[in-house]
Every structure is written in C-alpha cells, then in structure tokens.
C-alpha cells in the first residue's frame, strides 16, 4: 500500500518559473488538501477537494492553483513562482469526518 | 478559521522528565487530533479527541480535551530520546479541514 505518494522530494525554480507538485493517493479517500509547512508556522492549509471535481481554497490560497479530475491525483501549481513561496509542501488525504489525515513525505521547494 | 496556540513552541528536556504541552483556541471545534513529524516526514497521526473531558492514554503519552472543547494538552510520562519530534495539534472544522497550530519542538537529551 503507497499511502500518499508526493513527487518531486526536492525543487530548485528561479522566481517567475511555474510548476506542478504531484500528489497521489491509493487509499480511495475522498479529501485531499495541500498544506505549506514554515518555520513556527505548523501547517497552513493551500488548497483542498471534497472530491473529484470540487475544490476549494484555503487560509493562503494565492499564487496556487489545484484541480481533481480523479480521487486519486490532486496535483498543485505554482504559476508564477515567488522567493515567498519558498517552504515545504505537504499533501495529505482522508476519508470524510474525523478521521485520520494522511501525509505525503513532502517536497521541500526553493525559489532563487 | 479559527486558530490554535500551541505552547510551549520549543521543550529540550532530560529522559526521564515529564513534560506538558498545551493548545489552546478561543473557539469551540467538533474535534482535536495530535500528530508527531519527525524531520523529513509527514506528520502521523497519535490520537484523536472527540468529547469534552475526553482522557486518552498511548503508553507514556497521556491527551486530554477540555470540558469546553476549546483546548487540549499532550503529558509525557518518562520522556526518552524517541519522542524527539515536533508535535502538533489540530483542529477538525465542518467535520473535515484541519486547522493546525504552530507545533512544540519536543528535545530529550539522553
């Protein structure tokens, strides 16, 4: 069983260069959201989707963009990347309810 | 979105210690969960808390909810070099999103 599956790990982009951080999930669950992971900071939720089809912003949604046309992808884009955008980047899934939240190992990105 | 604190936000501790990490928010949420990262990881999940007063218990790590359902604490009983990792509660709003505080870097020194 893969669980949350993030590609890539690492990520050097100059500012004003895009990218997607692919997210994967095998477990069927239906929610999925991306969080950025800065120093005292914890976690800020990005984006998230209630299932395929629907997605919504979260507490620092600008400058990303996501999309779910399946329940297993939740891939995030960067359109124009920012040295604010600089952080780590964490997927996580879960069933609907207060249920456990499942993460991806991260991808650490930097924006020069 | 509502907000939740965290303190301490760094702990560096003997093994054998005790030690209480609190969080706190000025509303009310349906749940609260507490996951541990540790570094190069994504955060995995200890426990969830769902009624007010709640008590759970995982070995040496005792989490409690607050009457008021508006704060929580983590005690380690005996803290030993493997609970090294950053520690963080969570929020559950509308039954899904997490709402995350800050985190307590928890250090225990052999």
């Known amino acids: 069983n893969a669980g949350v599956t993030q590609t890539p790990k690492f990520q050097v982009l100059k500012t004003g260069q895009s990218m997607t951080l692919q997210c994967a999930q095998d477990?069927?669950?239906?929610?999925m959201s991306w969080y950025r992971q800065d120093p005292g900071m914890g976690l800020r939720l990005i984006h998230y989707?209630?299932?395929?089809?629907?997605?919504d912003q979260g507490e620092v949604p600008n400058g990303y963009n996501v999309s779910r046309s399946t329940t297993e992808d939740f891939p995030l884009r960067l359109l124009s990347a920012a040295p604010s955008q600089t952080s780590v980047y964490f997927c996580?899934?879960?069933?609907?309810?207060?249920?456990?939240?499942?993460f991806g190992q991260g991808t650490r990105l930097t924006v020069v | 979105t509502q907000l939740l604190e965290q303190s301490p936000q760094f702990l560096s501790i003997q093994e054998g210690e005790n030690l209480t990490v609190y969080c706190n928010s000025s509303s009310v949420f349906s749940s609260l969960q507490w996951y541990r990262q540790e570094p190069g990881e994504g955060p995995v999940l200890l426990v969830t808390v769902v009624t007010g007063g709640e008590v759970k218990k995982l070995k040496r790590l005792t989490f409690q909810f607050g009457d008021a359902r508006k704060d929580s604490s983590l005690h380690i009983t005996a803290a030993q070099p493997g609970d090294t990792g950053l520690y963080l509660c969570a929020g559950v709003e509308y039954g899904n999103k997490l709402v995350f505080g800050a985190g307590t870097i928890l250090r225990v020194k052999s």
């Open positions: 989707s209630v299932g395929a089809g629907i997605t």
């Open positions: 996580a899934s879960k069933k609907r309810g207060i249920t456990e939240a499942f």
């Open positions: 477990m069927n669950h239906e929610y």
